[in-house]
């Protein structure tokens, strides 16, 4: 997909103030047993076309509406994807803006996930 320039200046800027991991990283974090959550902030019509199993379904649309309540602990570990890391990476600084100190978004996204080796459905 090609983002318009404004699009990616605002992704670059967050990109420096945001926890980013990738599919390695993400899988030696459940090889490691690390207490996450996984949350897929796509849209409601590409989450039903198929995510990662047991990831939670809040989009960038409402993430930072719905957040608090879902994950009140401002410590929780929220791994966060999108298509390929671009609003991942704007949610996890919005997060980090409401105080979330451990929202990491991850590179590459669900282009990268769903050939991971990871289960989907």
Known sequence: MTHSPGFLAIVNDAKTRVKETDVNGYKQMLAEGTPHVLVDVREDNEFAAGHVAGAVHMSKGIMERDIEAAYPDKSTTLVLYCGGGFRSAL???NLGKMG???????DGGWRALKDS???LE
């Open 117 to 119: 080796g990871l289960p």
């Open 100 to 106: 979330y100190t451990n929202a990491i978004s991850l």
């Open 91 to 93: 949610a996890a600084d």
